[in-house]
Structures are given as C-alpha cells and as structure tokens.
C-alpha cells in the first residue's frame, strides 16, 4: 500500500476492525459474519482510496487492483 502512495491512512484501519480476528489471528466467526467482514474491508478500503486520491475513478482502479491482486 504504501508503494501505491496509500500509506497515510493506514494507522486508522487496525482499530475498526479491532474484534474480528482473535488473540490467535483466527477470524472470529462467532462475533461477525465474514460477508459482512469483506464488506467493512472493501468500505474502508474504499474510503482510504478516496481520501488519498481524492476521485471516484482513482477508488475504482483502486478496488479493481486490490481484487485482482489479492484474488489470484
């Protein structure tokens, strides 16, 4: 991310998605579903990209390149 020039954001993500993951770093399925997980990730992925680069087709090519990058 920080390559991509996102980096300054980045500090403020760990603390929303504080409670998903346990001490163990398992995803806590008994406190969030993961669809609704993958969608708080994509939203605040989203916002991040907006606030670095400031348009919408920037946090378009940014989402496509999060999904291809991390979808194999």
Do not use: N
Request: hydrophobic letters at 40%.
């Amino acid at each position: 991310m920080g390559q991509l020039g996102l980096g300054r954001q980045f500090g403020g993500l760990a603390p929303r998605l504080d409670g998903a993951f346990r001490a163990d770093g398992v995803f806590a399925h008994d406190r969030l579903r993961f669809v609704d997980f993958v969608d708080d990730v994509e939203e605040l992925l989203e916002e991040v990209a907006w606030q670095e680069l400031g348009d919408k087709e920037a946090v378009d090519g940014f989402e496509e390149y999060i999904l291809r990058h991390y979808s194999g």
